[in-house]
């Protein structure tokens, strides 16, 4: 009887290890929302349009990483993510205007880009054997969530200790640090010759032309939306709306004193639950329709969302919300890239995932600049909340009719 493929492989550690990373710092920027407001005088919406931004341009780096990574080869495009991150962290360090934070933002989300889930998804995905490859995938996503259980309470920490700028130039290193798993992001080419000599412009027409691919498209929108929104405004949400951490209380024995640390620990909570979540994703994704799956998904967080604003919001609500938000909250991701690999193949899985990935940021895009817009016109974030549950819902009506079948090369 033959052995099964392994599981673990150095691909998959050392793809974890580089999302752990690249996540943990980007799941931070909501923590700097009060801090950069506060010293520079600036409206809720300048900096979480300088967010937005970053995530705009993650969504227009993605599709263009992964082609890069399938032309130039997938070292050299994590390399080049992660020189333009720090970069771009660097110079946001020195930013003392709302545009240059804008500006500079734009780097930091390229460099997401180059080392988040589009280029290192497509590696892991060709590194696993069939029978893997939908729980390879969901270890992976779930790598950046283990980044973000300790990215925002990491950032909280450190800014008790010394400023911003410095907190930046300190992510900036570790991002660089990370390169050293370069080595072991090493993949096998396809071995089909039909698929080898396919075409990326073949793929992309073939894409384009079925519908599922532009119904899986507009159905990851709301899921940016939603995690823009939470990580970027969720700290300062918990922060004004929540009630006061009473002492002698079980939160304030366990170190929770304050509304604002409530705001970290609880995206460091959502990350914490998510990890279970993606996990179960994959696992079902081996054995279920995947399309069913996403749909169930998004009507989770459809009810969850809903449930929770129209509840008073209390530290017990808040910790409930981030458990249960957190176990639906990345669990879309290796069920909607493994929908793509099973769909189109495994040869231009990157490109074709940083397209639909494309529309999960302008969602985010959307999420966290109305969150910021709203805030100061109307004073808090309930139209903004509401519009996300309306794109909840949306998501998961469209995938209801996507075909899961394979499309075999011409």
């Known amino acids: ?96 205007t709302p545009e240059a934070h804008q500006l500079y933002e734009i780097l930091v989300g390229f460099g997401i880009a180059g080392t988040g889930f589009g280029v290192i998804l497509a590696v892991v995905g060709r590194a696993s054997s069939d029978e893997n490859r939908s729980m390879s995938l969901a270890i992976a996503t779930a790598a950046g969530s283990a980044g973000q259980v300790f990215g925002a309470p990491l950032a909280e920490f450190l800014l008790s200790l010394m400023t911003w700028q410095s907190v930046f130039l300190i992510f900036a290193a570790v991002i660089i ?17 039909a698929v080898i000599e396919e075409s990326m412009g073949t793929i992309l027409n073939r894409a ?27 700290p300062a949400f918990v922060t004004e709306m ?10 304030h024995n366990i170190g929770i004193t304050t509304t604002s640390a409530l705001g970290a620990v609880a995206i460091s909570v959502i990350g914490l639950a998510n990890i279970a979540g993606t996990l179960t994703a994959g696992w079902l994704g081996k054995r279920y ?32 919300f981030s458990v249960t938000m957190g176990s ?11 929908l793509i690999a099973h769909l189109y193949g495994l040869r231009y899985m990157g490109t ?39 794109v909840g819902a949306f998501s998961a009506i469209v995938h209801l009719p996507v075909k899961e079948r394979q499309l075999k090369p011409a």
């Not at 384009?208 to 969720?234: E, K, N, V, W």
């Not at 929540?242 to 939160?251: F, K, R, S, T």
Request: charged share 10%.
């Open 352 to 390: 074709l995932y940083g397209i639909v990935f494309f529309s999960h940021q302008l969602g985010s895009f959307m999420g966290v600049w109305l969150g910021g817009k709203l805030y100061d016109l109307h004073g808090d974030y309930s139209v903004v909340w509401w519009v996300g549950i309306g």
């Open 289 to 320: 329709s995947k399309k069913n799956l996403l749909a169930a998904i998004y009507l989770g967080r459809t009810l969850v969302a809903a449930a929770f604003i129209m509840t008073p919001i209390t530290p017990a609500t808040v910790l409930l």
């Open 177 to 193: 640090a990370v390169l050293a798993m370069l080595p072991l992001m090493r993949a096998p080419e396809p071995v089909d010759r």
């Open 208 to 234: 384009f032309r079925d519908p599922s691919f532009t119904l899986i498209f507009l159905g990851f929108f709301s899921c940016g939306y939603q995690l823009g929104f939470i990580t970027a405004h969720f």
């Open 1 to 96: 009887m033959p052995k099964s493929a392994p599981l673990i492989t150095p691909v998959l550690v050392a793809g974890c290890t580089i999302i752990l990373i690249s996540f943990a710092i980007r799941a931070s920027f909501g923590v700097f929302q009060i801090p950069i407001a506060t010293e520079f005088n600036w409206p809720r919406a300048e900096f979480s349009l300088a967010i937005a931004i970053q995530n705009l341009a993650w969504g227009i780096g993605q599709p263009l990483f992964g082609a890069l990574a399938e032309k130039i080869g997938d070292q050299k495009a994590i390399f080049l993510g992660a020189l333009t991150y720090a970069a771009g962290l660097v110079l946001s360090s020195f930013a003392v």
């Open 242 to 251: 929540c009630g006061p951490i009473l002492p002698g209380g079980a939160l």
């Open 328 to 338: 639906l909250w990345l669990a879309t991701v290796p069920l909607t890239s493994g």
